[in-house]
């Protein structure tokens, strides 16, 4: 391929404003009085990794919330891979190529492991309203099936969510935010709880993600996130007030005294 | 390649699979299910006319139209009041597009057209109910709902052009297809069952479909269903198309075991009715509305000559009606399904004593 096409390729590529896979611009979410999100502004470029720090109600899963759709912004626009989303609806969202966990699980806790991860594989492919059961050599089947070997699940795929444990839950939420065709995820806080061998293998799962799918990490272990992200941003009091590369954070003395009250180590 | 293969052996190959599959579905269902079935296939040897068209003939009718409301509270969470005036329409709906005493309104359109014209115009009306019903939560649904039955009675008792007000319609009856009369008692228990269990294996087929399995996902969490790329709001409004279709099945089959109806067959007692039957027999499964449409059966045929052999007035039917149901619901609140289960439960625990231990 010459040099003259892959220009050619990207100039229509950035034509067709594929440029960002998020963008926010000046969101702001209001509770009564109460302002969770203040004017934040974040890029992430498509395949980025990106690592959400930030106190206690800094406003971090508000702020997935926002970009998901479970809750529409006060004000500001929202646009995903360059398309202005701010008032879609969560599930056209989703169908686009976003995902995302849930800080606390949120399962189909009376149906099995296999019964959630093909709910998710069915949410975002076609025949969600099938009325015929799906038959062995499905392909959503299939697909359902090796998502759960992923994130090691394989030997309970067919007992009740009430019934795992907390490990195996937060894997299961995983698997969901994976299903179909993710181009970007965001994670709340997936390592809160788990082992250190959980955490281990969280870290595996999300390093071998396939390059293209970026995503945003919250997590309030430096060391997992330090090793995920290539990016960060900090969060205060419903503000990002910094970004940079791992290293800028870690060495700077504002984030220090907010964050890390004063030291780590 | 395929050529390699003999068509026979494939042939062949293909009705082996095919046995071993279709041995393998029998044996999966458990042996209650083939007696209850032998049984039912066989009652009109063993019941009268009277028990096959009055008690069964009603109770598997009443049950189609309560398991549509199963339907919606079980899988969906949606306590809908409407599904009897959803029933009502269709059975509405044959009088006047097919034949009736009222034959200055009805149409006389043959049945293979009135028929499932009636059950269109049933699921339509509940798509809209369902519509405006499932923006709402908990006691707002079963308002909103409630306000569509109330209206959908008033409006039939006051409308004469279409519905035929106060009178509504008599001489309705089936159509005589193969040259049966359809209302003789053993074809109309065996139309009736076979309506009923139709509506049952298709509610239980499609629960595990990926229709279904995503309303149960909705009513656990419909704030994830969302973030996993359903549109909640379109889901839940098909489940209430999905269920008018099986309660206008019912409210056709009521229609010609009567041979009338009118605006009474939807008032406000038959609404909360089929409400008692679902919650009595129970919501968790699609049997449980058939056990309660049974008891109710039963009790409402039966109490008056109960009470007034205990010379009461045999009009206090709806007495003991209403005290069942709260006895139920006071014990049990999953209904005499519920009870069931704790009971088979109970025994399970019970049984290594006698038994040997069940394998786990
Ligand atoms: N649905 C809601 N209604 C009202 N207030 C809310 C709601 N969700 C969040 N808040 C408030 O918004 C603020 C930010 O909350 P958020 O959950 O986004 O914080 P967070 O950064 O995710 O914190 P944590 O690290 O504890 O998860 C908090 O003060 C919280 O109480
Ligand atoms: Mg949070």
């Not at chain 2, 309705?172 to 049966?180: A, E, I, N, Y």
Request: hydrophobic share 50%; net charge neutral.
């Amino acid at each position: 391929m010459s040099t003259a096409t892959v220009r050619s390729v990207s100039e229509r590529l950035s034509a067709a404003g594929t440029a960002n896979a998020l963008e926010l611009r000046g969101v702001t979410k209001r509770f009564g009085a109460l302002a969770a999100l203040t004017d934040v502004t974040i890029t992430v470029k498509p395949g980025e990794r990106r690592a959400v720090l930030g106190s206690n109600g800094a406003g971090k899963t508000t702020l997935f919330n926002c970009v998901t759709g479970d809750f529409l912004p006060t004000s500001g626009t929202i646009r995903l891979f360059g398309e202005d989303v701010t008032n879609f609806p969560a599930h056209e969202r989703i169908r686009r190529g976003l995902r995302r966990t849930y800080q606390i699980s949120l399962l189909f806790t009376g149906l099995t492991v296999f019964d959630n991860v093909y709910l998710a594989c069915r949410g975002v492919s076609r025949g969600r309203f099938s009325m015929l059961r799906p038959r062995k050599g499905d392909t959503l089947v299939q697909s359902a099936y090796e998502l759960i070997e992923a994130v090691h699940l394989s030997d309970i795929a067919q007992i009740k969510v009430s019934e795992l444990s907390y490990g195996q839950q937060r894997q299961l939420e995983i698997a969901l935010a994976l299903a179909g065709a993710p181009r970007f995820v965001l994670f709340d806080e997936p390592a809160a709880g788990l082992s250190p061998k959980e955490r281990a293998e969280l870290v595996e799962i999300l390093t071998n993600l396939p390059s293209h799918i970026g995503y945003i990490i919250i997590e309030h272990d430096m060391d997992v996130a330090l090793r995920v992200a290539e990016t960060v941003s900090m969060m205060h009091n419903g503000r990002i007030f910094k970004e940079g590369l791992p290293s800028e954070i870690e060495s700077d003395p504002e984030v220090q005294e907010l964050y890390l009250g004063g030291g780590h180590g | 390649m395929a050529v390699s293969d003999s068509p026979l052996q494939s042939e062949a190959e293909t009705r082996r699979t095919l046995a071993t599959r279709l041995n393998g579905w029998v044996q999966s269902i458990p042996i209650a299910y083939w007696v209850v079935g032998a049984i039912m296939l066989l009652m009109p040897l063993i019941a009268n006319d009277f028990f096959l068209y009055q008690i069964f003939g009603w109770a598997f009718i009443l049950g189609m139209i309560a398991l549509s409301l199963m339907f919606l509270a079980g899988y969906g969470g949606m306590v809908s009041l409407a599904q009897m005036s959803i029933a009502a329409l269709g059975g509405y709906m044959v009088a006047i597009l097919g034949d009736s005493g009222a034959t200055s309104i009805s149409l006389g359109w043959p049945w293979w057209l009135n028929v499932p014209v009636a059950i269109l115009v049933a699921a339509i009306f509940a798509t809209l109910i369902g519509a405006l019903a499932v923006r709402t939560e908990g006691i707002y649904t079963i308002m909103i709902t409630l306000a569509f039955a109330a209206a959908f009675f008033y409006f039939t008792r006051q409308n004469y052009t279409i519905f035929n007000g106060y009178s509504g319609f008599g001489d309705v009856v089936p159509p005589r297809l193969f040259g049966v009369n359809w209302r003789d008692a053993i074809p109309f228990y065996y139309l009736t069952l076979g309506c009923a269990t139709i509506c049952y294996l298709a509610v239980i087929y499609v629960s595990r479909a990926p229709f279904g399995l995503a309303l149960q996902g909705i009513r656990d969490n419909p704030r994830r269903m969302a973030a996993l790329g359903f549109n909640v709001v379109a889901h839940r409004i098909t489940a209430y198309t999905f269920a008018a279709v099986i309660a206008a099945i019912g409210g056709i089959l009521l229609v010609w075991q009567n041979a009338q109806i009118a605006p009474g067959t939807a008032g406000l007692p038959a609404v909360i009715d089929i409400l008692v039957i679902a919650i009595v027999g129970g919501i968790a499964r699609p049997i449980g509305p058939f056990i309660g449409a049974f008891i109710y059966v039963l009790l409402r045929t039966f109490s008056p000559d109960v009470l007034q052999a205990l010379s009461m007035a045999g009009d206090r039917y709806k007495l003991l009606i209403g005290l069942g149901f709260l006895v139920v619901v006071y014990w049990s609140p999953d209904g005499v399904l519920g009870l069931w289960d704790r009971w088979r439960a109970r025994r399970r625990r019970r049984d290594p004593l006698v038994d040997k231990p069940e394998a786990s």
